[in-house]
C-alpha cells in the first residue's frame, strides 16, 4: 500500500519576501545576501539573471506544441460531428 507523502520541512511562506530583500541588498554579494535572508542562492542568482519569478511548471515536456494540439482537438471535433468514432483499428 502506497504512502501518503508528508513534507519534511515546512513551506516558507515569507520565501518571496525575502527574496525581494536579498535583490535590493547593495554592497554585498549574491552568497552574502542569500544567507542573510535564509534563501537558496541558486534562486536569488535566478532572480537577478532574469528579474522575474521563475514560472511554475507541472508535469513534463510537451509532445506536441501548443498550435498542432489546438489544431488536432479541432480536427477530433469535425470528425465527432461527422459521426465517426475514435477507434484503434
Given at each position: 500500500?502506497p504512502?501518503k ?8 511562506k515569507d ?8 535583490v535590493?541588498e ?6 552574502t ?14 532572480r ?8 511554475k511548471?507541472v508535469g513534463?515536456?510537451l ?21 465517426f468514432g475514435?477507434?484503434?483499428?
Open positions: 500500500m504512502r507523502y508528508g513534507r519534511v520541512k515546512p513551506e516558507n520565501h518571496e519576501e525575502n527574496l525581494e530583500k536579498a535590493k547593495d554592497k554585498v554579494s549574491v552568497r545576501a542569500a544567507k542573510m535572508q535564509g534563501i537558496a542562492r541558486t534562486s536569488l542568482q535566478q537577478l539573471a532574469t528579474g522575474e519569478k521563475p514560472k511548471t513534463g515536456q509532445s506536441l506544441p501548443k498550435e498542432a494540439e489546438m489544431e488536432l482537438a479541432e480536427c477530433l471535433k469535425i470528425k465527432a460531428k461527422w459521426g475514435n477507434s484503434m483499428s
